[in-house]
């Protein structure tokens, strides 16, 4: 592997920069000989504190060099060559570092630096030639290990630059280059991409769909790394693992376990695999947050219960348990299950344990989610443990190509996951032709994990606790002010335990609630999370999904007078470039992940404090959503209070919350399975039918409104009395839309057509 030595500067850190004298002299003379003869690039660095600050900021050097004696005359500085030691090898283990010192100093370096250092490099006795040769040595060693076993081998292999006699058929990039929207597209992206974009035909790089050869190696090399027994990568994200895991299990007329708040995928995998579901019903607050769901709902005596419910399902046999239990980890708004304890329960009653882990595959690599997460280490299981299937998108928080993603799956204690079985589900759901970019995304994502996945999530960790306090003590500042004055609310714990003592939650230490479990464990003693009931250490907080609460519900969940509906807040936010993640009726969700920074945190404070100064102010909507009136003018001249009022009042009159929560809350009857659904779908036994025809009719594909992205009627269930509050949802919802244009949102599902200028929902149903 050719390595471009430019690329990986070398950090030297040394106040002899700028000094004239023998040593200084020795110094310039060492830069000089790695650039010109060694083709490398210095970067240098006249003190310590500087130094730290630049290696906290870029994990591009490829080798670090210190002066041992830059404080010599100045025994009281703040930082030294130890602690900038401290500060690389927190981070990172391998890199290569010396020290830059003399014979006579060599006497005072402490064991415990000559421990963590590559070499020291003595400045006056050998010869620049040699000191620059050993750096470069170590350097090129470096740089090597850190392509892991997929990622190196295509590089060598796009280095040998054959010609290409298969597809894609651009071949390398060259077919681009024959058209200038092809050369357009080529220069966008860069030859590489193209280069190592191959066709199955180069058999050195192994085998995908036989998880065999470095494919295999870097799988292998993730399983362990995920803790993991086995793992494939899946190119067409967890849409698709969830499909493959089921497809691997279940066959028609099993009856299935699910978590309602499953991501679409699980529905489609009911319909695939033609089976039976009863569902999980997850806790839901005040705001529409969607929490765990009851311990109690797991038991055999509540399943056989749901199963009797559910007039087309069979009795399931007094010996058989469910196929498969399905469960979301974390949610959306961040609530992780004590994965241990669900274990516990669901052992007695499924063959099989599915954690969807989307938004969770950084959970293994800092130690506040252990015991929490679907691979963890788990002392508790027995013989009837049964297969942990895990399905994780890599690339959604750590750092792969979109839709790359990873199954994971840990054996039953007597039961183990078939390896050959698995893989003819796996091919069901995979392309012939894979991505091998996407591969090697998934294979860095493993090392980068490896190597440093603790200190980047601890990184990640602090800054979004530092902007839960920061965002808490403006609330706390502005009410200690004027008790009726407002800011965002996080939803987060209001008081921790430090060390026996109880706090606020700004006041506590931003390390101690980063490295503390507890801190973040919904209790059923306390009141922020809103959910009743909550099990003894079940369920706990993710502190990187922020969820931002907006004025509007009282404590007892009832509607205030006021309100500042959080789709205005975010639609703002869109306007000054801030888009988030997630919005609900009073709630939006925000994600501090590994691309967050201060900046961009102090961005959004800034942004939501001047949305706080217009709306106090009632400042007109062009001045405080230029973007949204351009498009909209029907807002212009109205106040920006007022339009939040004007919406929080047609929620309020026409019920909608609380219809919506009527709406999860019911479980509607199942005239016929979600796969039947589907056959009539295909069959061409369907027709659109409105809102106001729809009662007793059977919707053909699963309704599901975003937000909160939670089916309210699955293929197969039937509208009538007790699903009631899903149609009066829709209607309200219809109607709402038609009232506010600007603010119409996703339900899937619903056709929406217009006619004589309404807005009108249609459901595509199975015809009678
Ligand atoms: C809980 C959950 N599972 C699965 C998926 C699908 O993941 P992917 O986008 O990788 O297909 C999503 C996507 O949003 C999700 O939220």
């Not at 010109?36 to 240098?44: L, Q, T, W």
């Not at 909608?656 to 009857?669: C, K, Q, V």
Request: glycine share 6%; proline share 5%; charged share 25%.
């Amino acid at each position: 592997m050719k390595i471009v030595k430019e690329s990986w500067p070398i950090l030297i850190v040394s106040n002899q920069f700028d000094t004239r004298n023998d040593e200084s002299f020795r110094l310039r003379e060492l830069t000089h000989e790695l650039e010109e003869e060694h083709e490398c690039k210095i970067v240098p660095c006249l003190s310590y504190e500087d130094a730290i600050e630049l290696l906290l900021r870029r994990t591009d050097f490829g080798a670090v060099v210190i002066d041992w004696d830059i404080n010599r005359t100045n025994p009281d500085a703040k930082h030294s060559p130890a602690s900038v030691l401290s500060a690389i090898r927190k981070r990172n283990l391998k890199i290569p570092v010396f020290l830059l010192t003399d014979w006579l100093e060599a006497s005072d370096i402490p064991l415990e630096v000559i421990n963590q250092l590559t070499g020291c490099l003595w400045k006056t006795s050998d010869t620049i030639e040699f000191l620059a040769g050993r750096i470069e040595r170590h350097l090129i060693k470096y740089v090597k290990g850190l392509y892991p076993p997929f990622f190196g081998k295509l590089i060598d292999y796009s280095e040998e630059y054959k010609y290409a006699w298969h597809t894609p058929g651009h071949m390398g990039g060259t077919g681009f280059l024959r058209n200038p929207s092809g050369v357009a597209l080529f220069k966008f992206f860069g030859e590489n991409i193209f280069r190592s974009d191959l066709s199955i035909s180069a058999p050195e790089l192994g085998s995908l769909l036989e998880h065999s050869g470095v494919i295999g190696d870097a799988e292998k090399n993730s399983a362990r790394v995920f803790g993991a027994d086995l793992t494939y990568y899946v190119l067409n994200g967890t849409s698709n693992v969830n499909q493959i895991i089921w497809r691997s299990v279940a066959l028609p007329d099993d009856i299935v376990f699910v978590d309602r708040n499953c991501h679409k995928s699980l529905n489609y995998s009911i319909v695939n695999t033609d089976t039976f579901p009863i569902y999980m019903k997850p806790r839901r607050n005040r705001w529409g947050i969607m929490g765990p769901v009851r311990l109690s709902e797991l038991t055999e005596k509540a399943i056989r219960q749901k199963i009797k419910k559910r007039e087309i399902i069979p009795e399931l046999p007094r010996d058989k348990k469910l196929k498969i239990a399905a469960l979301t980890n974390s949610t959306y708004d961040g609530v992780c299950y004590n994965v241990k304890i669900l274990k516990r329960a669901l052992e007695e009653v499924a063959e099989n344990i599915h954690f969807d882990e989307a938004w969770y595959a950084y959970a293994k690599f800092y130690p506040i989610y252990d015991g929490f997460f679907g691979m963890s280490a788990d002392e508790g299981e027995s013989e009837k443990t049964p297969p942990i299937y895990v399905a994780q998108s890599t690339h959604k928080l750590l750092t792969a190509f979109s839709q790359a993603s990873m199954l994971h799956v840990k054996n039953g204690g007597s039961k183990k996951v078939c390896p050959h079985e698995l893989n003819e589900a796996y091919m069901m759901h995979a392309s012939t032709s894979p991505q091998y970019n996407m591969i090697a995304s998934l294979d860095v994502a493993t090392r980068m994990m490896e190597d440093s996945g603790e200190s980047m999530w601890k990184d990640v960790i602090m800054m979004a606790v530092g902007l839960r306090k920061t965002a808490a003590k403006i609330s706390r500042e502005l009410k200690a002010r004027n008790p009726n004055d407002w800011f965002f609310e996080i939803w987060q714990p209001r008081k921790v335990k430090v060390g026996g003592e109880i706090m606020d939650f700004e006041d506590a230490p931003t390390a101690y609630l980063a490295s503390t479990q507890s801190a973040w464990i919904l209790n059923s003693s306390d009141d922020w999370h809103g959910f009743d009931g909550i099990e003894e250490n079940y369920a706990m907080l993710d502190p990187i999904k922020l969820t931002f609460i907006t004025p509007g519900i009282n404590p007892d969940g009832s509607m205030a007078e006021t309100g500042i509906p959080a789709e205005v807040v975010t639609n703002y936010l869109q306007g000054e470039g801030i888009v988030c993640e997630k919005t609900d009726y009073y709630s939006f969700l925000l994600l501090n992940s590994l691309g967050t920074n201060r900046a961009k945190q102090e961005t959004l404070l800034s942004a939501l404090l001047h949305f706080k100064n217009l709306y106090d102010t009632n400042a007109p909507m062009e001045e405080a959503m230029p973007h949204f009136t351009q498009k909209y003018p029907k807002y212009m001249g109205v106040g920006l209070r007022d339009h939040c009022q004007q919406i929080h009042e047609f929620i309020k009159e026409r019920e909608i919350l609380r219809l919506m929560h009527e709406s999860f809350d019911a479980m509607p009857d199942q005239a016929m399975k979600p796969s039947e659904a589907y056959r009539n779908l295909v069959g061409k036994n369907v027709e659109f039918v409105e809102l106001k025809d729809l009662f007793g009719r059977i919707p053909a594909v699963m309704i599901v409104p975003y937000p909160p992205g939670i089916p309210m009627l699955m293929g197969g269930e039937i509208v009538n009395k007790k699903s009631r509050a899903v149609f009066e949802y829709l209607k309200a919802r219809e109607a709402f839309e038609n009232k506010f244009c600007g603010y119409a949102s996703e339900i899937h599902g619903i056709e929406k057509t217009e006619r004589g200028g309404k807005i009108r929902f249609e459901l595509m149903c199975v015809k009678k």
